[in-house]
């Protein structure tokens, strides 16, 4: 197999960019050699494989050069926050092989330091209360290349601040009446300095503060001296945090007492074709029923990948191949699929199943007799071993390896034709039996009994070989059969509305697929198998006593690897 591997994304020592600055750091001794970082999840939904791509990093460069992470739930807006998103995050960092320790931490924690220093910027003259409405103060921004306008308020006394700033947190004003504003320079030609916004009033009570608090700190307030505050000393994010970085490290200068100050280090985010990855537009999919929850196997978050049959090691694998850069990029979710294909074809236990099935009768095999056929668990591990299949005169198997007019290359069964079945006998066609509507309803076949695999005399070859299960033994099973989310490869940059663009036949159910007696009995939800022939499937929770539901994790068709070595060409 080709290893594929976006150039440019490593250096010499095996390291990214992001590694290697933090590698010269400690070599520099900054921070005394200490090496902290942070993953800062919003609770306002659920993680999806773009922030696996963040996380891997924070947590992952902790452990690769003998740091701690720290997971801090970014807890600043009470309106969208809830707890059940707390506990979704913890579970999926915790399945990525992720561990934060005692490092538990809330910006919320802070409020109290944070609320302080907003008094001591107003003290210093630094800090003042704005009450114009936020479009006004918009359209006072300016343009990057046009200043700003100065608010008529921008000059009140301290005291008048001070006295206010107190009484919009005691709830004495409506939202969205005042904010409290850093005094900056309306003209600095990075727009961030123009007077940004430091608190604004939220009535609506805190999951973890509840009605403590009635002004919240705004991100760029409260994000740098909550890294401050934790000892954070590289402190990872996306490239669109750049611009917010001057005023990330002017922020903790005015609170530093000492020399310690974390480094911000931004790359570039991942983005999946024919998906989307905005939290707002997740939570839109699952608001309005588009799709069945967060753990959807159609969406690109952790726990729908999980559930689709995505493992760590698959997630880990392709975010270590598109690797860490300062470039934008749309990533392929071909590749995505060639690293979970890579993983599943190493570890699934393959089983037969027919997903689509007709009934072969084989005519001169003796009715009631049943012979037991070992099949390997897994061909590429023989350690994995056996297990037993019954063979009957009766058995399952594809429509599609049935053609009764076959063009020249069709190598499955038609009449007259022979193939082999896997781990059992030769057979050959010798006729179908249709219904009114004249489809096909019975496929007969005779065997030789001299052909049974692994037998001396059963080395005659013949061109195909078909999967099958016993129709007596056979258990009926569900099939989810999934396509892209999106009928567009980058939803994002279309015009319009976005729900417009989702693919209507992204999901496919099947009933009454034939499942091979031992696998049946031994599936439990999470389960991954190859179905022979077919894909990889894994057990979906939605199984119970009575039904076995599967989810089709991806299909054994490698497009990523194709389209590589035609590249090559
Ligand atoms: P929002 O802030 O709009 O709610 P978000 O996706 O940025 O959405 P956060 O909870 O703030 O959500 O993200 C936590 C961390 O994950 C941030 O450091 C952010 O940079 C990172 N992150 C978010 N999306 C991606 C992505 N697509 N690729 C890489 N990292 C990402
Ligand atoms: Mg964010």
Redesign the pocket.
């Known amino acids: 197999m080709t290893e594929i591997v976006e150039e440019g994304t490593l250096n010499e020592g095996g390291l990214n960019f992001v590694e290697q600055e933090i590698k010269d750091d400690l070599a520099a001794g900054k921070n005394g050699g200490r090496l902290s970082t942070r993953?800062?999840?919003?609770p306002?939904g659920y993680l999806h494989i773009?922030?696996a791509?963040?996380f891997i990093m924070d947590f992952g460069v902790a452990e690769k050069f003998g740091g701690t992470c720290n997971l801090r739930f970014?807890d600043t807006n009470p309106q969208k926050e809830d707890m059940e998103y707390v506990e979704a995050i913890k579970r999926d960092i915790h399945w990525l092989g992720y561990d934060w320790g005692d490092r538990l931490y809330y910006a919320s924690d802070y409020f109290p330091q944070l609320f302080e220093f907003a008094v001591k910027l107003i003290k210093e003259g630094k800090a003042y209360v704005d009450e114009q409405t936020s479009e006004q103060i918009a359209a006072q921004k300016g343009t990057p290349t046009l200043p700003g306008t100065e608010s008529p308020f921008r000059n009140r006394p301290v005291e008048e601040n001070l006295d206010l700033f107190l009484r919009m947190n005691k709830g004495e004003f409506e939202e969205g009446s005042m904010v409290l504003r850093a005094k900056i320079d309306m003209a600095n030609s990075n727009m961030h300095f123009r007077d940004p916004i430091m608190y604004r009033i939220i009535k609506t009570p805190h999951w973890r503060t509840g009605t403590q608090w009635k002004v919240y700190p705004m991100y760029d307030f409260a994000h740098g001296q909550s890294d401050y505050f934790e000892g954070v000393t590289h402190s990872i994010?996306?490239l669109e945090f750049v611009p917010h970085r001057p005023l990330y490290e002017y922020f903790v200068k005015e609170l530093a007492t000492d020399d310690y100050a974390p480094r911000q280090i931004e790359f570039n985010?991942?983005?999946l074709t024919y998906t989307v990855?905005s939290?707002r537009k997740l939570l839109q999919l699952v608001k309005e029923n588009l799709v069945n929850g967060w753990d959807d196997p159609r969406m690109p978050t952790i726990c729908g990948l999980r559930r689709r049959g995505y493992t760590p090691t698959a997630i880990k694998d392709f975010v270590n191949r598109i690797g860490y850069t300062r470039f934008e990029a749309l990533n392929h979710i071909e590749l995505l699929e060639h690293s979970v294909r890579e993983d599943l074809n190493k570890t699934a236990t393959r089983i037969s199943a027919v997903v689509n099935p007709v009934k072969l009768i084989i005519t001169n095999y003796p009715d009631g007799q049943e012979e037991t056929i070992l099949m390997d668990n897994n061909p590429e591990n023989l350690e994995e071993g056996k297990h037993e299949m019954p063979f009957t005169k009766e058995l399952w198997i594809e429509k599609e390896d049935f053609m009764e007019n076959p063009p020249k290359k069709f190598f499955r069964l038609s009449p007259d034709k022979e193939v082999r079945l896997k781990g059992a006998y030769i057979i050959k066609c010798t006729g179908v039996k249709k219904n009114d509507d004249g489809e096909i309803e019975e496929i007969y076949a005779t065997y030789d009994p001299d052909t049974r695999s692994g037998l001396p005399g059963a080395d005659r070859k013949v061109k195909g070989t078909l999967h099958w299960v016993s129709v007596p033994h056979a258990v009926d099973a569900q099939v989810r059969d999934y396509d892209r989310l999106f009928a567009v490869e980058n939803p994002s940059a279309e015009e319009g509305d976005f729900r417009d663009l989702l693919n209507p036949n992204s999901l496919k159910v099947r009933n009454g697929v034939k499942l091979e007696p031992w696998a049946a009995k031994n599936a439990k939800p999470g389960d991954h198998f190859q179905f022979t022939r077919l894909g990889y499937y894994t057990v979906d929770p939605d199984s119970d006593d009575d039904r076995l539901v599967f989810n089709k994790t991806i299909g054994l068709k490698d497009t990523w690897a194709k389209e590589q070595k035609k590249g090559q060409k």
């Open positions: 993953f800062p999840p919003e306002n773009g922030h791509k963040a970014d994010c996306t985010r991942l983005n990855m939290k």
